[in-house]
């Protein structure tokens, strides 16, 4: 399917009735629906319809930079580029695809990037639909230039939630965390799960690969799990800020949580041919314990 601009979309179905939504703008998943059709991301109703700037909500993947302390542009130029569909991908390494619906995608760098950040990479990155409705994103980036170059990455994950006052974070107990983006003074975690109150941004540090987002008014509870992603970056922007975003309406920041599996602390440092891997899964269920699993 195309959206508005005429990018093309892919839908990924599985036989119960789940489905995924993927833009070729960005390489970006903007709609993740369980087997009743509820939406389990977010998505802002003022949304920007104009490409190449990133929609707000979904999971926009942030590469090679996250946030705006780099060079480059806010949370880098990966999820403002058109991608193309990968036909013939080098294999997995995991079996993340048996019994899936899926496809790969693939963003090599234009002239304009290599202007701004020069180094040549390829940037794969394959969604997957399971048969019980899990979402997969695995991301793999290689170095195809001669020299070294490193790169942060997110899967910035805008998870639908009822009411963020409502919403507890599990996971992130006495983890260590840098409350501002640039600045990084370290501060650990005291509290119990995390709970809402205001503007929140911070980035956990070596965190567990297990996270759970409940939600208790849906009686619903997100599980992350990641491989290849220490930090997890939690956000809400909260009532003033959500109020100066052109792309978010003035009350929505209550129904949203970004909750992303991503590499800030310690940049990924790839020699030439090298190759890296993140990988971030969300199931939904109705328990809440990561051991569960
Ligand atoms: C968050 C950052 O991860 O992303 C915020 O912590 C930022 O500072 C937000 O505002 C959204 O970024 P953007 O570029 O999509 O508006």
Redesign the pocket.
Known sequence: VKDWNGIDQIVLRNPQGASARVSLQGGHVISWQNDQGQELLFSSTKVNVKAPK?M?GGI?ICFPQF?NCGSLE??GFARNKIWVVDEDPPPLPTNDSNGKSFVDLLLKPSEEDLKSWPHSFELRLRVCLGMDGNLSLISRVRNMNGKPFSFSFAY?SYLSVSDISEVRVEGLETMDYFDN?CERERFTEQGDAITFESEF?RVYLSSPNCIAVLDHERKRTYVLRKEGLPDV?V?N?WEKKSKA?ADLGDEEYKQMV?V?GAVIEKPITLKAGEEWMGRLEILVIPSTFCSDF
């Open positions: 990133a707000r926009p946030g806010q949370h910035h983006l941004e970056v956000w922007p975003m970004c992303d």
